[in-house]
């Protein structure tokens, strides 16, 4: 063995061969927690006697993502990705409909602008301006649920809300500049929707919108797994 | 019921019965990988290999329990797995029906070009 007789967990994890700690986490969180410890254990050992020897520094990151890839849970994967594309549609949905809203009723952004210095002003009189930023929250809560109702994992439901944020994101800004150069007029879409403004940095947002969708989707794999518990326990379909 | 056992499914049982790898002998999920390589004489993805160990275990063919972890995979512990009776007699069974389905056909086959 190369490493028999060094004590590698009182070393730092930069001095022992390790692989990539996102691949490795990501790889517990698919796997059922029995064997979380077991398979990345297995691998490890792989990867510290043979794969890092082999292929070295360069080559052993790729061999690791491989090996991950190959022990997704293909049922997981398959539900995981047809989740997210089902409420990235439904994200996408919320952010169209309220261009059609805009399109057909332009809003009066002046008197909205106007009405905020009234002692009387209250955004819920608005409901384009937070309908459909629940709609979003509703939609990032949900798929946490859903996800989590069928594969037991609250991680994984999490992880799935964080996608339907990142797809939702990028297909929200294609629809606005497809829009654009067809000449349609519409609005920002989530910087209207999100009553931002429209300078504010893009990056930040999309980080701010992944963040929003990760902690309410495993808000809403929590309230699944809570609901799974105190029903009589039943094995995933999976 | 007998069950009906996939050629995978076998080769992972009989890598179980038998082990001709140092390694394999072992019989944790490493080691179960291995030996499958070694006697399907091909790379064998390491999912598949845990998936039918996952499989094998729940139909009762298989069993498994945890042994202690080494340093070299930072403590964590391995799951060991043992064949039950029942994952001997599934052999059997999809032994004595491949040897059913070839009665009366002389090998190896001729009449291909």
Redesign the interface.
């Known amino acids: 063995m190369a490493f028999e007789g060094h004590d590698m967990r009182s070393r730092p994890r930069e001095c022992v061969p390790s692989p990539p700690r996102w691949a490795e986490e990501l790889l517990r969180a698919v796997l059922d927690p029995r064997d979380r410890d077991t398979v990345t254990g297995d691998l490890l050992e792989e990867y510290r006697e043979v794969a890092f020897p082999a292929l070295g520094p360069a080559g052993v990151a790729r061999w690791y993502l491989k090996q991950v890839w190959s022990l997704m849970p293909i049922t997981t994967m398959s539900l995981a990705v047809r989740m997210t594309l089902l409420w990235a549609a439904a994200f996408a949905a919320v952010m169209i409909a309220r261009m059609i809203v805009d399109v057909l009723a332009p809003e009066d952004i002046v008197g909205f602008f106007l009405a905020q210095s009234r002692d009387d002003f209250s955004v819920l009189d608005y409901p384009r301006r937070w309908l459909p930023v629940l709609a979003v929250a509703a939609i990032f809560t949900s798929a946490g649920f859903q996800v989590a109702r069928k594969t037991v994992r609250i991680r994984i439901g999490a992880l799935v809300a964080i996608a339907v944020a990142a797809v939702g994101f990028f297909a929200t800004t294609l629809i606005v500049l497809i829009s654009r150069l067809a000449s349609i007029e519409v609005n920002g879409g989530l910087y209207a929707a999100f009553a931002l403004d429209a300078h504010t940095p893009r990056f930040p947002l999309f980080v701010a919108l992944l963040a929003l969708g990760g902690v309410l989707g495993a808000f809403g794999a929590t309230v699944a797994r809570g609901l799974d518990l105190t029903l009589p326990r039943r094995r995933a379909a999976m | 019921m007998a069950e009906d056992l996939g050629a995978f499914e076998q080769a992972v049982l009989l890598s179980l019965i038998k082990p001709v790898t140092e390694i394999g002998r072992q019989a944790?999920?490493?080691a179960i990988?291995k030996e499958v390589q070694h006697r399907l004489d091909r790379d064998v993805?390491?999912?598949?290999v845990?998936?039918t160990l996952?499989r094998l275990e729940r139909k009762g063919l298989i069993s498994s329990e945890?042994e202690a972890?080494?340093?070299?995979?930072?403590?964590?512990?391995?799951?060991c797995y043992a064949i039950e009776p029942a994952g001997i007699r599934a052999l059997n069974d999809a032994k004595a029906a491949v040897e059913r389905l070839y009665v009366g056909i002389r090998w190896p086959l001729k009449g291909t070009t």
């Open positions: 944790y999920g490493r990988l993805a390491a999912g598949a845990y998936a996952d945890l972890g080494t340093i070299v995979r930072a403590g964590r512990p391995r799951r």
